[in-house]
Protein backbone atom coordinates (compact mmCIF):
# COMPACT_ATOMS: atom_id res chain seq x y z
CA UNK A 1 0.00 0.00 0.00
CA UNK A 2 2.60 2.36 0.51
CA UNK A 3 4.34 1.69 -2.50
CA UNK A 4 1.40 2.31 -3.82
CA UNK A 5 0.78 5.82 -2.63
CA UNK A 6 4.90 6.29 -3.17
CA UNK A 7 4.15 6.03 -6.62
CA UNK A 8 0.69 7.99 -6.78
CA UNK A 9 1.29 11.22 -8.84
CA UNK A 10 -0.60 14.28 -9.64
CA UNK A 11 -1.02 13.00 -13.33
CA UNK A 12 -2.30 9.94 -11.86
CA UNK A 13 -4.88 11.70 -10.27
CA UNK A 14 -6.34 13.86 -13.14
CA UNK A 15 -6.73 11.23 -15.62
CA UNK A 16 -9.28 9.45 -13.50
CA UNK A 17 -10.51 13.14 -11.96
CA UNK A 18 -10.66 15.45 -14.60
CA UNK A 19 -12.82 13.27 -17.38
CA UNK A 20 -14.95 12.60 -14.49
CA UNK A 21 -15.45 15.94 -12.87
CA UNK A 22 -16.45 17.26 -17.06
CA UNK A 23 -18.90 14.70 -17.38
CA UNK A 24 -20.81 15.87 -13.56
CA UNK A 25 -20.15 19.56 -14.59
CA UNK A 26 -22.34 18.51 -18.00
CA UNK A 27 -24.90 16.82 -16.28
CA UNK A 28 -24.85 19.52 -13.51
CA UNK A 29 -25.37 22.07 -16.44
CA UNK A 30 -28.08 20.42 -18.05
CA UNK A 31 -30.13 18.93 -15.27
CA UNK A 32 -29.13 19.99 -11.85
CA UNK A 33 -29.76 18.00 -8.91
CA UNK A 34 -26.03 16.98 -8.53
CA UNK A 35 -25.51 18.49 -5.09
CA UNK A 36 -28.92 18.09 -3.46
CA UNK A 37 -28.25 14.80 -2.01
CA UNK A 38 -25.00 16.56 -0.15
CA UNK A 39 -26.98 19.59 0.64
CA UNK A 40 -29.46 17.74 2.15
CA UNK A 41 -26.99 15.86 4.91
CA UNK A 42 -24.46 18.92 5.67
CA UNK A 43 -26.36 21.87 4.26
CA UNK A 44 -24.45 24.53 1.88
CA UNK A 45 -21.59 23.75 3.40
CA UNK A 46 -18.58 24.52 1.27
CA UNK A 47 -15.67 21.91 2.14
CA UNK A 48 -19.00 19.05 1.85
CA UNK A 49 -19.65 20.46 -1.12
CA UNK A 50 -15.86 20.28 -2.08
CA UNK A 51 -14.79 16.94 -0.81
CA UNK A 52 -18.38 15.40 -2.59
CA UNK A 53 -17.66 17.02 -5.67
CA UNK A 54 -13.58 15.64 -5.74
CA UNK A 55 -15.26 12.64 -4.42
CA UNK A 56 -18.08 11.94 -7.07
CA UNK A 57 -15.82 13.18 -10.23
CA UNK A 58 -13.19 10.53 -9.47
CA UNK A 59 -15.21 7.55 -9.06
CA UNK A 60 -17.14 8.23 -12.69
CA UNK A 61 -13.71 8.92 -14.02
CA UNK A 62 -13.14 4.98 -12.35
CA UNK A 63 -16.12 4.67 -14.22
CA UNK A 64 -15.27 5.85 -17.74
CA UNK A 65 -11.98 4.28 -17.65
CA UNK A 66 -14.01 0.95 -17.33
CA UNK A 67 -16.31 1.52 -20.24
CA UNK A 68 -13.01 2.98 -22.32
CA UNK A 69 -11.81 -0.29 -22.41
CA UNK A 70 -12.82 -1.42 -25.48
CA UNK A 71 -10.92 2.07 -26.88
CA UNK A 72 -7.88 0.49 -26.14
CA UNK A 73 -8.41 -2.20 -28.79
CA UNK A 74 -9.27 0.07 -31.04
CA UNK A 75 -6.68 2.49 -30.83
CA UNK A 76 -4.64 -0.50 -30.76
CA UNK A 77 -5.33 -1.33 -34.41
CA UNK A 78 -3.54 2.26 -36.02
CA UNK A 79 -0.88 0.89 -37.95
CA UNK A 80 1.72 2.63 -35.60
CA UNK A 81 0.94 0.83 -32.36
CA UNK A 82 0.83 -2.57 -34.39
CA UNK A 83 3.90 -1.95 -35.79
CA UNK A 84 5.88 -1.40 -32.58
CA UNK A 85 3.71 -4.57 -30.94
CA UNK A 86 4.29 -7.13 -33.80
CA UNK A 87 8.03 -5.91 -34.75
CA UNK A 88 10.50 -5.35 -31.56
CA UNK A 89 14.15 -4.77 -32.95
CA UNK A 90 16.53 -7.56 -32.86
CA UNK A 91 18.02 -6.38 -29.43
CA UNK A 92 14.63 -6.46 -27.46
CA UNK A 93 14.03 -9.81 -28.75
CA UNK A 94 17.64 -10.84 -27.88
CA UNK A 95 17.51 -9.37 -24.08
CA UNK A 96 13.59 -10.97 -24.04
CA UNK A 97 14.26 -14.09 -24.74
CA UNK A 98 17.60 -14.04 -22.34
CA UNK A 99 15.68 -12.77 -19.84
CA UNK A 100 13.03 -15.47 -20.10
CA UNK A 101 15.20 -18.29 -19.21
CA UNK A 102 16.47 -16.77 -15.97
CA UNK A 103 14.84 -17.58 -12.71
CA UNK A 104 13.10 -14.60 -12.80
CA UNK A 105 12.25 -14.10 -16.11
CA UNK A 106 10.09 -17.84 -15.66
CA UNK A 107 8.41 -16.13 -12.83
CA UNK A 108 7.78 -12.89 -14.44
CA UNK A 109 6.23 -13.91 -17.59
CA UNK A 110 2.81 -16.08 -17.77
CA UNK A 111 2.82 -19.77 -18.16
CA UNK A 112 1.74 -19.06 -21.68
CA UNK A 113 3.87 -16.88 -22.62
CA UNK A 114 6.71 -19.20 -21.76
CA UNK A 115 4.73 -22.34 -23.85
CA UNK A 116 4.64 -19.82 -26.90
CA UNK A 117 8.32 -18.83 -26.67
CA UNK A 118 9.00 -22.52 -27.52
CA UNK A 119 7.15 -23.23 -29.96
CA UNK A 120 8.34 -19.83 -31.43
CA UNK A 121 4.88 -18.30 -31.87
CA UNK A 122 4.99 -15.75 -29.03
CA UNK A 123 1.90 -13.55 -29.07
CA UNK A 124 2.19 -9.70 -29.68
CA UNK A 125 0.17 -8.76 -26.87
CA UNK A 126 1.98 -11.71 -24.87
CA UNK A 127 5.05 -10.51 -25.48
CA UNK A 128 4.53 -6.69 -24.67
CA UNK A 129 2.36 -8.02 -21.66
CA UNK A 130 5.10 -9.51 -20.07
CA UNK A 131 8.07 -6.97 -20.65
CA UNK A 132 5.50 -3.90 -19.48
CA UNK A 133 5.06 -6.43 -15.94
CA UNK A 134 9.18 -6.99 -16.12
CA UNK A 135 9.95 -3.28 -16.14
CA UNK A 136 7.12 -2.12 -13.64
CA UNK A 137 8.10 -4.41 -10.86
CA UNK A 138 11.98 -3.89 -11.85
CA UNK A 139 11.70 0.61 -12.72
CA UNK A 140 14.42 2.38 -13.85
CA UNK A 141 15.18 5.33 -12.18
CA UNK A 142 13.48 8.63 -14.92
CA UNK A 143 11.75 6.59 -16.18
CA UNK A 144 8.55 8.18 -17.96
CA UNK A 145 6.75 4.98 -18.72
CA UNK A 146 3.93 5.74 -15.94
CA UNK A 147 3.73 9.58 -16.77
CA UNK A 148 2.82 8.47 -20.79
CA UNK A 149 0.50 5.75 -19.50
CA UNK A 150 -1.29 8.52 -17.47
CA UNK A 151 -1.51 10.80 -20.09
CA UNK A 152 -2.94 7.72 -22.41
CA UNK A 153 -5.47 7.25 -19.76
CA UNK A 154 -6.19 10.74 -19.74
CA UNK A 155 -6.67 11.16 -23.58
CA UNK A 156 -8.61 7.67 -23.47
CA UNK A 157 -11.29 8.83 -21.06
CA UNK A 158 -11.68 12.31 -22.53
CA UNK A 159 -13.09 10.39 -25.35
CA UNK A 160 -15.76 8.83 -23.59
CA UNK A 161 -15.86 12.38 -21.61
CA UNK A 162 -16.48 14.49 -25.23
CA UNK A 163 -18.88 11.87 -26.35
CA UNK A 164 -20.79 11.98 -23.11
CA UNK A 165 -21.32 15.88 -24.14
CA UNK A 166 -22.32 15.49 -27.26
CA UNK A 167 -24.90 12.90 -26.08
CA UNK A 168 -26.15 15.14 -22.93
CA UNK A 169 -26.18 18.30 -25.21
CA UNK A 170 -28.29 16.11 -27.87
CA UNK A 171 -30.70 14.86 -24.96
CA UNK A 172 -31.54 18.49 -24.15
CA UNK A 173 -31.97 19.59 -27.38
CA UNK A 174 -34.42 16.79 -27.93
CA UNK A 175 -37.21 17.84 -24.75
CA UNK A 176 -37.27 21.68 -26.80
CA UNK A 177 -40.30 22.78 -28.63
CA UNK A 178 -37.72 25.11 -30.62
CA UNK A 179 -33.86 24.75 -31.79
CA UNK A 180 -32.25 27.18 -32.96
CA UNK A 181 -28.78 26.99 -34.88
CA UNK A 182 -26.88 28.20 -32.33
CA UNK A 183 -27.40 25.54 -30.24
CA UNK A 184 -25.56 23.25 -32.31
CA UNK A 185 -22.19 24.73 -31.60
CA UNK A 186 -21.54 22.10 -28.59
CA UNK A 187 -22.03 18.86 -31.08
CA UNK A 188 -20.40 20.26 -33.72
CA UNK A 189 -17.20 21.02 -31.09
CA UNK A 190 -17.60 18.17 -29.75
CA UNK A 191 -17.05 16.10 -33.37
CA UNK A 192 -14.27 18.68 -34.13
CA UNK A 193 -12.14 17.84 -30.79
CA UNK A 194 -12.71 13.95 -31.32
CA UNK A 195 -9.73 13.07 -33.76
CA UNK A 196 -7.55 15.59 -31.78
CA UNK A 197 -8.83 13.27 -28.53
CA UNK A 198 -7.76 10.11 -30.43
CA UNK A 199 -4.51 11.67 -31.98
CA UNK A 200 -3.28 12.21 -28.40
CA UNK A 201 -4.45 9.06 -27.60
CA UNK A 202 -2.51 6.97 -30.07
CA UNK A 203 0.92 9.54 -29.44
CA UNK A 204 0.73 8.30 -25.71
CA UNK A 205 0.10 4.62 -26.52
CA UNK A 206 3.28 5.04 -28.99
CA UNK A 207 5.21 6.55 -26.52
CA UNK A 208 4.53 4.59 -23.54
CA UNK A 209 4.81 1.44 -25.64
CA UNK A 210 8.66 3.12 -26.51
CA UNK A 211 9.24 3.49 -23.15
CA UNK A 212 8.41 0.09 -21.66
CA UNK A 213 11.34 -1.39 -24.66
CA UNK A 214 13.79 1.24 -23.61
CA UNK A 215 13.15 0.50 -19.75
CA UNK A 216 13.23 -3.38 -20.65
CA UNK A 217 16.73 -3.24 -22.89
CA UNK A 218 18.24 -0.93 -19.60
CA UNK A 219 17.49 -3.20 -16.92
CA UNK A 220 19.02 -6.02 -19.62
CA UNK A 221 21.81 -4.46 -20.23
CA UNK A 222 22.01 -3.69 -16.07
CA UNK A 223 21.60 -6.99 -15.92
CA UNK A 224 24.62 -8.42 -17.94
CA UNK A 225 27.40 -5.53 -16.07
CA UNK A 226 25.97 -8.00 -12.67
CA UNK A 227 26.38 -11.45 -14.21
Known sequence: MQKFLNEFTLIDFLSMWLPGAICLLTWNYYFDGVAEPI????????????????????????????????????????????????????????AYDKLSLS????????????KNKKSN????????RSIYLYTNYKRVAGSKQTLYHSFYSLARDSICADLFICLVHCLNLSVKAQIEYSQFIVPVLCLLLLPIIINRCIRFRCLFLESIYCDFLILYEDQKKTQ
Open 121 to 128: SLGQNEMV
Open 103 to 114: KYGKLSLSNQAQ
Open 39 to 94: TRLFGDQDFALVVYFVACSYLIGMLLQEISQPIKYLIDFNGKIKKLKATPNESIQN
